[in-house]
């Protein structure tokens, strides 16, 4: 992405995870908003939707 570098971008993810998990349940447009930007910024990371009770994260 045009002015971004990848670490930049990385700390966006983070953020967009952060408010996710701020409530006790992670919503599925959350999930795919996050999961979109991932692809449109060609980010090596993958995040899912975790099971319930869990706390969304990227994926070792």
């Not at 971004?4 to 999930?31: G, R």
Request: aromatic share 6%.
């Amino acid at each position: 992405t045009e002015g971004f570098d990848t670490d930049q971008l990385m700390e966006l993810i983070l953020s967009y995870i952060v408010i996710a998990n701020a409530d006790d349940f992670i919503h599925e447009n959350e999930v795919i908003l996050i999961q979109h930007a991932i692809t449109i910024w060609e980010l090596d990371i993958i995040v899912e939707k975790p099971k319930s009770g869990e706390k969304l994260k990227i994926q070792e």
